[in-house]
């Protein structure tokens, strides 16, 4: 039988409320709680995996020389310093603040080139229909069982022939073209309810039109996750800056920071400042945007 709540004094009458209707809070089990803390415990004994070689870097990264080889390394520095800061940023051999301004050109350049070329070549592959378009995109696929290293000598002498040795471009046009965006952005397109695209057609805009002013705003998350992903990659790319790169002016952070060691020597302070310096901006830059990582990955996956 069910109960019902008297109404309070002066109240207008209402229907009366079942008791049974109130929602009631479901308590957890002694094994829920239990596996809820064993849960707990393992994904921050994972977060500190993780963290760890970041803390241990920012921490040598103010010790002394003598301090940073010490043997056993220490978490907690002997004494406190910004020596290493001092030292690499202000020597003109250790040009830091231009190779981080080249790094920062380079990789907002790149990739916004990766988001126009992977955008515009997977839309045709997501939506419009002409004959050999499962080749096509098969091939585009098929790109990504290459290794990367494979491709150096090629695009080195390409980039000899156009006579862009030792200039930025070198490290922002040969990698703007990539099957992992064509394929992260034509899955995105996919998701997208084809009636909004009909809808914008029969108010008389053409493809193009559709395509920018429909497709591409609700594209955002994608967008923006492929955007850090490119920028993340082009960022922390060693191998192909040293190889084109030679002026101290003209180089990278990862390029640049290489020529703190050397055969004999290795000064893992000056190597951890730069560290510091090269990843804090990224890191900020994935923490502002993980909202945008975590949709535009989760909703690509939705058709194949």
Do not use: C, H
């Amino acid at each position: 039988m069910t109960t019902v709540r008297p109404a309070p004094a002066g109240a207008t009458a209402t229907s009366p409320t079942p008791v049974d209707a109130v929602p009631k809070r479901r308590s957890l089990s002694p094994g829920q709680r239990v596996r809820g803390i064993l849960r707990m415990i393992a994904l921050i004994a994972i977060a500190l995996v993780f963290i760890s070689p970041l803390v241990f870097m920012l921490v040598t990264s103010f010790k002394t020389r003598a301090d940073a080889t010490s043997v056993p390394p220490s978490w907690i520095p002997e004494e406190w310093t910004l020596q290493a800061y001092q030292t690499i940023l202000g020597s003109a051999s250790t040009p830091v603040f231009t190779w981080f301004l080249n790094s920062v050109t380079a990789a907002v350049a790149n990739s916004v080139l990766v988001v126009i070329t992977a955008s515009l070549a997977a839309y045709p592959l997501a939506r419009m229909q002409f004959r050999g378009k499962n080749l096509v995109f098969g091939a585009i696929i098929a790109t990504l069982l290459v290794p990367p290293v494979i491709l150096v000598i090629p695009n080195y002498l390409i980039v000899s022939e156009l006579g862009w040795l030792n200039s930025l471009i070198a490290v922002i046009v040969p990698t703007a073209a990539g099957a992992f965006g064509v394929f992260l952005m034509r899955q995105f397109f996919l998701s997208i309810p084809v009636e909004l695209e009909e809808a914008s057609r029969l108010d008389g805009a053409n493809r193009f039109r559709t395509f920018v002013s429909v497709v591409l705003p609700l594209a955002k998350p994608a967008l923006a996750t492929l955007g850090l992903l490119a920028l993340l990659t082009n960022w922390n790319d060693f191998l192909w800056p040293v190889y084109v790169l030679f002026s101290p002016d003209v180089q990278t952070l990862p390029a640049g920071l290489s020529t703190l060691q050397s055969a004999n020597a290795v000064r893992y302070d000056l190597l951890m400042a730069g560290a510091v310096i090269a990843s804090a901006p990224v890191i900020l830059l994935f923490i502002a945007l993980q909202r945008f990582i975590v949709e535009g990955v989760s909703q690509s996956g939705i058709k194949g």
